[in-house]
C-alpha cells in the first residue's frame, strides 16, 4: 500500500523548533519531488518548500525562509523539515506529497501530485 505519513508536529512556543518528518511506504521516494504544504483553519492549503528528488535544489515560500529548511534521507525514504523560529501564523495542518515532476522554482507549489499525508498539526502559541 502506497502512503506517506507525517509526524513530529506538537505544540511549542512562539520562537520554538519543531522537525516533520515524511516517511513513504509502499514506493520509494528516490525519484520523487516532495512538496511540504500547510492549511490553516479557514484558509487555502499553501505551498511551504520543495525539494527535488536528488536534494540538490529547495524551493521555500518567502514566508519561511531563513526559518525551515528540508532535507531529505533517500536511504530511509524520509524527507524532514525543520522549522525554527517558529511562529503563532505558522499554526497549520502540515503534509507532505510526493511526485515524480519537479519544477525548479514556486511552480512546484502548484503542481499535481500524486501521493499526500494524512498530515500533522502544528500550534505555535504566542
Known amino acids: 500500500q502506497v502512503q506517506l505519513v507525517e509526524s513530529g508536529g506538537g505544540l511549542v512556543q512562539s520562537g520554538g523548533s519543531l522537525r516533520l518528518s515524511c516517511v513513504a511506504s509502499g514506493f520509494t521516494l528516490d525519484y520523487d519531488t516532495i512538496g511540504w504544504f500547510r492549511q490553516a483553519p479557514g484558509k487555502e492549503r499553501e505551498g511551504v518548500s520543495c525539494?527535488?528528488?536528488?536534494?540538490?535544489?529547495?524551493i521555500y515560500a518567502d514566508s519561511v525562509k531563513g526559518r525551515f529548511a528540508v532535507s531529505r534521507d533517500n536511504a530511509n525514504n524520509t524527507v524532514y523539515l525543520q522549522m525554527n523560529s517558529l511562529k503563532p501564523e505558522d499554526t497549520a495542518v502540515y503534509y507532505c506529497a510526493a511526485d515524480r515532476g519537479w519544477y525548479p522554482d514556486s511552480r512546484c507549489f502548484i503542481q499535481v501530485y500524486d501521493y499526500w499525508g494524512q498530515g500533522t498539526q502544528v500550534t505555535v502559541s504566542s
Open positions: 525539494i527535488s528528488s536528488s536534494g540538490s535544489t529547495k
